[in-house]
């Protein structure tokens, strides 16, 4: 069959012979709005680093998606315009964490340090609740198994608490490259948000992990035992195999939004023993005998998680207290009349009324 070579003769010689979804197929090569897509990997003032293929674009936001007040971070697959300069749309995330900001995470990677600094269970316990309220799936990495230190017990200690709640644990040391094979088998494909205090070793791993890049590393204070807060913006790191997002935002984590009843959905270990609370607003911090079924199975949950528990609801009951008492004082700011609630407007921001505009300025040409 020979095909007219004008394509409005050949739209009429489709449809004549019925080929219908040939022609919305040639409908759509010739009309579709084509946009590149890439992901945003870093993101300095009002520039976003954009990764398409294998080019990086820098582009700004359109207008309207600014007017929008659209947050675009860290890990958001955007589409460009057509000149590669800006980003027009967000595609929907798989995932947003908020502090920090970074979105389309696949998997956390906690790192903690057994020694410099000091192995901080109550803040491994912050990380996982907070993962755990953003669904967003983790393992554990022990770093500096080459210090001094008793490796065994640590061990023994850590799969005690763990191992029920987090089956993927690694025990590593970046500097002498000890265990990164296992673990960069466990993240191949993935897009990996490293989180741990400062100086626990992030960066170092992310070198062992990736020869090609060369992140800043500090010591930790000999005074302090921390860290120094050396890496200072988010960014997304390509491996060979997968991707890395190193980030400083995870150091100073707190329960400041969250109320003290959702808190306990984030603590697997202590959810499964509470369904046999006498009152249905049990928050499992107190209680005598029979009255509340994660107290009385006390013996059966590790004590660091149940004190990181008691520790992180006060966070969530001083959230609680703050948001009541910004309702009130809402409350108070409201004016009702009749049927209408007026806002009231403070002294300084009112508008005076004519009569007071005209006062004033008959005192002031008094008193020039
Ligand atoms: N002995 C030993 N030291 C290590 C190891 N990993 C890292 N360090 C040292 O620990 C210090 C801090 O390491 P960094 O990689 O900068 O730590 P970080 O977690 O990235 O810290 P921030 O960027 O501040 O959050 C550096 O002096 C590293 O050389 C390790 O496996 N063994
Ligand atoms: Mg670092
Ligand atoms: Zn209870």
Redesign the pocket.
């Given at each position: 069959m020979i095909f007219p070579v004008n394509p409005t003769d050949l739209t009429k010689h489709l449809r004549v012979s019925g080929y219908n979804c040939i022609l919305l197929a040639y409908d759509n090569i010739f009309n579709y709005d084509y946009h590149m897509q890439g992901q945003v990997y870093k993101i300095h003032s009002d520039f976003y680093y954009v990764k398409s293929l294998n080019d990086i674009y820098t582009c700004k936001l359109k207008e309207t998606l600014k007017k929008q007040k659209e947050n675009v971070v860290v890990g958001d697959f955007v589409e460009l315009s057509e000149d590669n300069n800006f980003i027009l749309n967000t595609i929907k995330r798989k995932n947003l964490i908020l502090r920090p900001k970074v979105a389309n995470i696949d998997l956390a990677l906690i790192?903690s340090a057994f020694k410099?600094p000091e192995l901080d269970f109550i803040q491994l316990n912050r990380y996982i609740t907070f993962l755990n309220y953003y669904k967003i799936p983790y393992v554990l990495c022990f770093?500096?198994e080459?210090?001094e230190i008793d490796l065994a017990n640590l061990q023994d200690k850590i799969d005690r608490i763990y191992r029920n709640i987090c089956p993927n644990i690694f025990y590593i040391?970046?500097?002498?490259k000890l265990g990164i094979d296992a673990l960069s088998d466990f993240l191949k494909g993935k897009t990996v948000a490293l989180c741990?205090q400062?100086?626990?070793?992030?960066?170092?791993?992310l070198n062992s992990l990736n020869s090609a890049v060369n992140l800043k590393?500090?010591?930790?204070s000999a005074k302090t035992q921390r860290?120094?807060?050396?890496?200072r913006h988010v960014e997304i790191i390509d491996c060979a195999d997968f991707k890395i997002i190193d980030t400083?935002g995870f150091s100073n984590l707190k329960f400041d939004f969250m109320l003290p009843d959702e808190l306990i959905n984030y603590f697997p270990d202590l959810l499964k023993y509470s369904g046999n609370c006498k009152y249905s607003d049990c928050l499992h911090d107190v209680g005598d005998k029979g009255i509340c079924s994660v107290v009385d199975n006390l013996d059966k949950i590790n004590d660091i998680r149940y004190k990181s528990y008691l520790s992180f609801l006060e966070e969530c009951r001083d959230y609680k207290e703050k948001i009541s008492k910004k309702s009130i004082k809402e409350e108070s700011s409201k004016k009702q009349t009749g049927s209408k609630t007026f806002t009231k407007i403070s002294k300084q921001k009112r508008i005076s009324s004519r009569n007071t505009q005209k006062q004033r300025i008959k005192y002031y040409e008094d008193h020039d």
């Open positions: 790192v410099e770093n500096k080459d210090l040391s970046a500097k002498e741990g400062s100086g626990v070793g992030k960066s170092t791993l590393t500090s010591s930790v860290g120094r807060h050396t890496t400083p």
